[in-house]
Each structure stands twice: as C-alpha cells, then as structure tokens.
C-alpha cells in the first residue's frame, strides 16, 4: 500500500521550493484519519518531503509546548511502569517499588530524560530560531516539578498486573516494540492492529488477565468526546486483532486517565463494534481518496490558525488568513503582501496583498531585515493600535514570528 502514488510533486509557491507529496499510508490511526478528514491538504503537506528545505521527513514542526509535555509524560510513565512490572511490582507504593524509583534515579530524573530526548528532536530545524529554541528549552524545564506531579499522580491510581513469567534482571526499561500475542500482565504502549481495516493504535496502558482486557489511554490536556471515541476504536482493534489477542479476550474496561481522574467509557456492544467496523472501513476509503489526490483539498476554517503548514498553503492566504484593519489591537495574525521600503531604523512599510493597504511592520531590533521588492508572508504578528494614529495600520514583528518569501502566485 505504502506505494500506492507515484512521486507527486506539489508546488508551494515560496522558497523551501516544491513538496513531494507523500503515498497513502499503508495504515491510519485514531489520529491521522481525524488529521485527514479535517484538513486533506494539512495532512498531506505535514507528512511531504521538502528537499530544498531539510533532509528529515515531513515539514519541519514547529515546537507545540502542550504536545511535548504529553510526550514526556508519556515516555516516562512507560519507562516507570516497565521497570515495575518487571521487577514484580504491584503497585508504585510498595517498598519494592520504591527501590525501582530509586534505580531509576527517581520521578524528575526519568522526566529530565524523556525531556532531553524531545528537545533532541528540535535539533536541526530549519524553523527553529536560536531565540526560540531558548524560550522553549527554558519553559520545558521550568516545567519539570509539575511533570513529576503529574506521572506521580497517575501512577498513583494504576493497578500493576505483573507479568506471569518475570523478566530477568537487567532487563531493558523500554519493551521492544514487536508484535506478539498479549497474554498476562500490565503491557505499556502496545500496538493493536485491524490488518483487514488498515487501522492501527498504541495503546497506553493494556492490561490483560484470564477475563480480558482493561485499556487505558492517558490524557494530559482538557476531557474532550473525542478521547471516548478513541478508546471505542481501541476496543475494536483488540477485538480484531488476532496476533495481540489470539484467545479472542473480550474488553473488560475502557479508562481515559486525565491528570485528576479517571473517565470510565462504555465498553461498545457486538452490534455496537459491527457498526464501528464499518463505519471506520468507510472512513479509511474516503481518507485514501483525499490524500491521493493530485492537490489534497483545502478545508479552510478555525483549525487555519493553528496549523504548522499554513504558511504553504494558498487557500488559507485567499480565504482564511485576517486582513490587518480586522484585526484588533493586541491580536495575533499572518499578513502577505510586499515589502514596500524601508521606513526607519526598525520598521518597513508592506503593502498587503489582498486588500493593496500599506501597513507599518515593526521589527524587533535594527538588524532584522526584510527583502524590498519581494512578497512575503509573515506568520505570527501582533497588530498594534496607537491611540494617536488610530488608522494607522501597525504590526509588530517578533522573535517567534516567521517570514517566507513567496516565488511564485
Ligand atoms: S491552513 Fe487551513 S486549509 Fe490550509 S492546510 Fe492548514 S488547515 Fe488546511
């Protein structure tokens, strides 16, 4: 399936040069079909390959702090939660555990460590300021004694159901990633796969004894339904998947486990998991057809804003991005438009493209330049109003904005 396309070549219109489009994956997730289905062209520009622009896969992303944090909180809990169940533990409060803790170097140790391996993945961005890249380093670490309050709390409400069979000791604190069928214990981060739906999932936390499965997936950010629609879908992948689950266990528990609590979700029904089988089959069908197309459609809407590719993106310029005399003061924005002059020591005058407006830019200190003549987009400027010159249309320029030069329209 992997290579369903041939090279599909994708012009972007500014100066990172074309992007090749990626093949329709050989299997979705819970995630990557919702990113499909909200958006087509995001889903299809996040995931191309930019060989003007960098070497690794997809666009370059730009650091999502609330993202990071999940992913440490994440990394660590499954360090944790393997160095315990394979030592015998049945909870994190046994003095047992307490010596795995210890070995492990503690709580903000393991966290320090999954964090370090995050900022790693930072390295090398071509969107990555040094300025940035020092404000989220910091950020990140001042965040750490809230980390470690979070994998406390929610080890804290975990039942360890260790392995039948202990592993020896020395035994890695990361399990290997392989596919095999998930009998006895407490199993972090496994991954069910629908062979026949092309669906796949890494569940959290599965664990299995004699009467079945107790999924749990666990949230960092705000309770939302979708999360509940998550773990439906991870109900269905253990009932179908035959490699994790040879003995055909049922479901015994769907749990989302957020910071403070823990959610427990309606096990689906046969006919419930029937009607989701087919409705996801349909869903995948329609996914492939959008992101094969030769130009993923463009779904424009409240998701522009926040979205990593939207600086390559033309219908988000033609229909979705603010003009600056909209925009209140204070407000965050994009703004197109050409580099007109420039108009003192840090500031430049740009005409903006759909409405022909000169605006003021701003910028933060008098060595940032912007290119006379060329057009320019400008993701994250603050629009100023001054009280002596209220229609004058001003933005400011900032550390974390980001200019690209468009070479063709
Ligand atoms: S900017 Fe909006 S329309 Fe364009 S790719 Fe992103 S989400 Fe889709």
Redesign the pocket.
């Given at each position: 399936m992997a290579e369903l396309n041939e090279m599909r070549l994708y012009d972007t219109g500014i100066s990172h040069g074309p992007a090749v489009l990626p093949a329709v994956p050989a299997m979705w997730s819970y995630s990557s079909l919702k990113e499909a289905e909200?958006?087509p062209?995001?889903f299809a520009?996040a995931r191309a390959d930019y060989p003007d622009l960098w070497k690794q896969r997809g666009y370059p992303r730009l650091p999502n702090l609330p993202a990071i944090k999940g992913d440490v909180v994440h990394g660590a809990l499954q360090i944790i939660v393997t160095a315990l169940i394979t030592a015998g533990c049945v909870s994190p409060r046994t003095a047992d555990a307490v010596t795995v803790l210890r070995d492990l170097g503690g709580y903000t140790a393991v966290a320090q460590r999954t964090l370090d391996e995050q900022l790693r993945r930072l390295d090398g961005n071509p969107r990555i300021s040094a300025d940035r890249r020092e404000q989220v380093d910091r950020a990140l670490s001042d965040w750490l004694p809230e980390a470690r309050e979070q994998i406390q709390s929610y080890l804290n409400r975990m039942t360890l159901h260790p392995h039948p069979t202990p592993a020896p000791a020395g035994a890695p604190t990361r399990l290997p990633l392989k596919r095999y069928p998930i009998r006895g214990g407490t199993h972090p981060e496994r991954e069910l796969v629908a062979a026949h739906l092309r669906v796949k999932g890494r569940v959290d936390v599965l664990s299995v004894d004699a009467d079945g499965a107790e999924i749990t997936d666990t949230k960092t950010g705000a309770e939302a339904p979708t999360h509940r629609d998550q773990l439906r879908l991870y109900a269905l992948l253990w009932t179908d998947d035959r490699e994790s689950n040879p003995d055909a266990l049922p479901v015994t528990a769907l749990v989302v486990a957020y910071p403070h609590r823990d959610v427990v979700v309606a096990i689906p029904t046969e006919a419930e998991l029937a009607e989701l089988r087919a409705e996801v089959a349909a869903r995948v069908g329609r996914a492939d057809a959008m992101v094969a197309a030769d130009r993923p459609a463009?779904?424009?809407?409240e998701?522009?804003g926040a979205?990593?590719?939207?600086g390559?993106?033309d219908?988000?310029w033609e229909g979705?991005a603010s003009n600056t005399v909209d925009v209140v003061d204070g407000g965050w924005y994009d703004v197109e438009g050409t580099v007109l002059r420039e108009h003192g020591v840090k500031s430049w005058v740009l005409r903006e493209r759909r409405t022909g407006s000169d605006l003021l830019v701003r910028t933060p200190h008098p060595s940032f330049t912007l290119p006379v003549g060329e057009q320019v987009r400008i993701l994250g400027v603050k629009r100023t109003i001054d009280p002596d010159e209220a229609d004058a249309l001003i933005a400011s320029v900032t550390s974390s904005s980001e200019i690209l030069s468009v070479v063709s329209r």
């Open positions: 909200t958006c062209r995001r520009l463009a779904v424009v809407g998701q522009c979205c990593d590719v939207r390559l993106c219908a988000y979705g």
